[in-house]
């Protein structure tokens, strides 16, 4: 397992264009189960949960290849419909096959995921959403079993926006018979570059962005083109790490409106934060950050994806922060590793309190899921000394090259490839 070695306290300086989305780019490739033929997904990220979607769209019989970020799926030769354990195991997003697969092949085999590490996380709205579309679903032995003669359009009302669940009952009724409406719908610009993707391939879509949907099925999909959006994760990422290293960043290739929550909470913390239709600016050389408190929540509300970078950055600010996750109300496993690196924050309930203080100092840390090694990484660029970022395997799922984009910005951070963590 890979570690990384970060001496903190360098300023971040320079100017980097952010990759494509891995929660956009794992939607995209999914949906090519949809159609039979020669997909193009531009912008895609290298990154291992796009590795294994890959190794599931090769399980089910797609051919593919991927350069230069380009990757082409030929979706002709799809011979079985299962998704097994081993590989949905690895990442929950495998899900997103079994609304795809039963639209097109009126039959899927996928596992169902377990929980993760920041507790349970259920698929009951999608299992739900496709019965009510008359699919026929039993679990058996650790899987779902879905069937159906063709799926029929439903009135779906989900109770809370899932951004899964909206993508794959989205996926499922393009191709069923009728008009089904999602209310509720989640609107993360991943599920907006999806259904622009499923409109490419000719779907009918009206209300994208917007969290009502209508979609009237088509009796068949072609093969279609599309480009994976920026990953604003990513890019809200790094704004932080320029923030905590007192730096100036300029990323390019984001919109601002994918980010907004994140670049005005840094606002309001008084960072100087440009924007332009596609560019972040971010000046922290000269400013003292004050706390801002957040709660997460749906789009355009300020992602559970950046709650962990923003507690590392309010750990070393001046004051007292209040951070509520009303997502996922567990998903605090990097808080104890920040506190061995100096932090001092406290966890009740789904809420972290952190109190800021003066410095951190570096230390061995544990990854222990993708975005809980962001945090950590931040934390150790701004520490004094040096830190040891174990098991960054986590970070590597989501991130494509993150220790070369922020060397390329002056940080000192190496990976050292091992065996003994
Ligand atoms: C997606 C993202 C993940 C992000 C999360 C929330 C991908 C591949 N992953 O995950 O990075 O953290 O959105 O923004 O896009 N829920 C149910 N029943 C369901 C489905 C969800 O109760 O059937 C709950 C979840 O427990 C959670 C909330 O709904 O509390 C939102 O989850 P959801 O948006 O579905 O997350 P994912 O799609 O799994």
New binding site residues.
Partial sequence: MDKFLIQGGTALRGEIAVSGA???S??LLAATLLNSGINTISNTPRLN?VSTMLKLLAQLGCGYTFTNNIVTIDSVSVDNQFAPYELVKK???S??VLGPLLARYGYAKVSLPGGCAWG?????????GLRKMGAELTVENGYIIAKTKRLQAAKLNFD????????NLLMASVLASGTTVINNA?M?P?ITNLALYLQNMGAKISGIGTPILEIEGVDELHPADIETIPDR?EAGTILIAAAITKGTVTLQNVPEKHLHSIVAKLQDAGADVKTTSSSITIDAANCSLTPQNII?S??PGF???MQAQWIALMSVTKGTTTVTDS???DRFSHVPELNRLGADIMIKENNAIIRGVKKLTGAKVMSTD??ASASLVLAGLAAEGETEVLRVYHLDR?YESLEKKLSSLGANITRVAGTEY
């Fill in positions: 891995k929660n956009a794992l939607a949960d990442m929950r997003a899900i997103y349970p996380r259920p698929v009951n709205l999608h299992i739900e809370i926006s899932s951004v899964g669940a909206t993508g989640a993360e991943e994760i997460t749906p789009f992602p559970t994806d997502i996922y109300l993708l975005r989501g």
